[in-house]
């Protein structure tokens, strides 16, 4: 019988990578159910204060904030395009402390 720990380990390193997309997209579309159950209750006038700070005010208060600044949205998609098209081409992202494939020919 394998230890606790070996599992816990193994479970780490195999399992939670691979669940790891599901897992941030269930939360993802959690977060964006609440803001519009927020938004619904606001409107119908249930809701929150409008002086309460809220993910619809903070929200709202980020685009208004950004709207004057488009050229750093633009930038910044930029550069998203650029390293997703560098990756597409089969470029490796080199990481930190990765080593090199050896060739297996002889030689």
Same mark, same amino acid.
């Given at each position: /019988?394998?230890?606790?720990?070996?599992? *816990?380990?193994?479970?780490?390193?195999?399992?939670?990578?691979?669940?790891?997309?599901?897992?941030?997209?269930?939360?993802? /579309?959690?977060?964006s159910g609440?803001?519009?159950?927020?938004?619904?209750l606001s409107?119908?006038?249930? +809701?929150?204060?409008?002086? %309460? !700070?809220?993910?619809? %005010? /903070?929200?709202? #208060?980020? @685009?208004?904030? /950004?709207?004057?600044? #488009?050229?750093?949205?633009?930038?910044? +998609?930029?550069? =998203? @395009?650029?390293? =997703?098209?560098?990756?597409?081409?089969?470029?490796?992202?080199?990481?930190?402390?990765? *080593? @090199?494939?050896?060739? !297996? @020919? #002889?030689?």
């Open positions: /019988m394998p230890s606790a720990c070996a599992t *816990r380990a193994s479970s780490a390193r195999h399992i939670l990578p691979n669940v790891a997309h599901i897992v941030i997209i269930a939360l993802v /579309m959690d977060f609440l803001v519009l159950a927020e938004a619904v409107y119908v006038g249930v +809701g929150v204060d409008p002086s %309460t !700070t809220s993910f619809g %005010t /903070m929200i709202n #208060a980020a @685009r208004l904030e /950004m709207a004057p600044r #488009a050229d750093r949205l633009v930038v910044a +998609g930029g550069g =998203v @395009r650029l390293h =997703v098209r560098a990756g597409a081409r089969g470029q490796p992202v080199r990481r930190r402390g990765a *080593r @090199r494939l050896r060739s !297996t @020919r #002889a030689g």
